[in-house]
C-alpha cells in the first residue's frame, strides 16, 4: 500500500504543511509516527482520501464540523445508505444558507446600485450647473460694465 510524507500531500493538493497539521490537530487525520521520538508522519492511502475528502468539503463550503462528521462516516461499514442520507442533509442544509447568503448579497448589490445611480445624478446635475453658470455673466460683471 503506497504511503506518502506530509510534504508530498501538501504539494499534490497545493496546501502548507502546516494546514494538514492543523487538520490533523482537528481530528480529520491521524497518521503513523516513525522514526525517532515518532517526529516522523506516514500518510496511508487512506489518509491521503481523508484529507481529498476534506479538501472537497472546505470548497464546498462546509464547515470543519460539518466534514469531520462526513468522513468519520468514510470509515463506517459500506452501508452507504445512512452516509448518503447524512450527506443529502448537510447539503440541504448549506444550500439553505447559500441560498439567504445570495438574498442578502442581491439586496446588497441592489442597494450600491441604487446609491451609484444617486451619485452619478447628483455628479451629472454638478455638471450642468457649472457648465450654464459659465454660460451666463455674473450680476456683478454687470455692474461693474453698466
Given at each position: 500500500?503506497?504511503?506518502?510524507?506530509?510534504?508530498?500531500?501538501?504539494?499534490?493538493?497545493?496546501?502548507?504543511?502546516?494546514?494538514?497539521?492543523?487538520?490533523?490537530?482537528?481530528?480529520?487525520?491521524?497518521?503513523?509516527?516513525?522514526?525517532?521520538?515518532?517526529?516522523?508522519?506516514?500518510?496511508?492511502?487512506?489518509?491521503?482520501?481523508?484529507?481529498?475528502?476534506?479538501?472537497?468539503?472546505?470548497?464546498?463550503?462546509?464547515?470543519?464540523?460539518?466534514?469531520?462528521?462526513l468522513?468519520?462516516?468514510?470509515?463506517?461499514?459500506?452501508?452507504?445508505?445512512?452516509?448518503?442520507?447524512?450527506?443529502?442533509?448537510?447539503?440541504?442544509?448549506?444550500?439553505?444558507?447559500?441560498?439567504?447568503?445570495?438574498?442578502?448579497?442581491?439586496?446588497?448589490?441592489?442597494?450600491?446600485?441604487?446609491?451609484?445611480?444617486?451619485?452619478?445624478r447628483?455628479?451629472?446635475?454638478?455638471?450642468?450647473?457649472?457648465?450654464?453658470?459659465?454660460?451666463?455673466?455674473?450680476?456683478?460683471?454687470?455692474k461693474?460694465?453698466?
Amino acid at each position: 500500500m503506497p504511503t506518502y510524507t506530509i510534504t508530498e500531500l501538501a504539494r499534490e493538493f497545493d496546501i502548507t504543511p502546516r494546514a494538514i497539521r492543523f487538520y490533523e490537530d482537528q481530528g480529520l487525520l491521524s497518521p503513523k509516527r516513525e522514526g525517532a521520538g515518532g517526529r516522523t508522519r506516514v500518510y496511508s492511502a487512506r489518509e491521503r482520501t481523508r484529507l481529498k475528502l476534506t479538501l472537497r468539503g472546505k470548497r464546498l463550503g462546509l464547515s470543519l464540523q460539518e466534514i469531520k462528521a462526513l468522513v468519520d462516516m468514510y470509515e463506517s461499514p459500506k452501508d452507504t445508505t445512512a452516509q448518503l442520507k447524512r450527506f443529502l442533509t448537510v447539503l440541504a442544509q448549506h444550500r439553505e444558507t447559500l441560498e439567504r447568503q445570495r438574498e442578502d448579497l442581491e439586496v446588497t448589490l441592489a442597494e450600491i446600485a441604487a446609491h451609484e445611480e444617486e451619485c452619478l445624478r447628483l455628479l451629472d446635475g454638478d455638471k450642468q450647473g457649472k457648465s450654464s453658470a459659465a454660460k451666463k455673466p455674473s450680476t456683478r460683471k454687470l455692474k461693474d460694465a453698466a
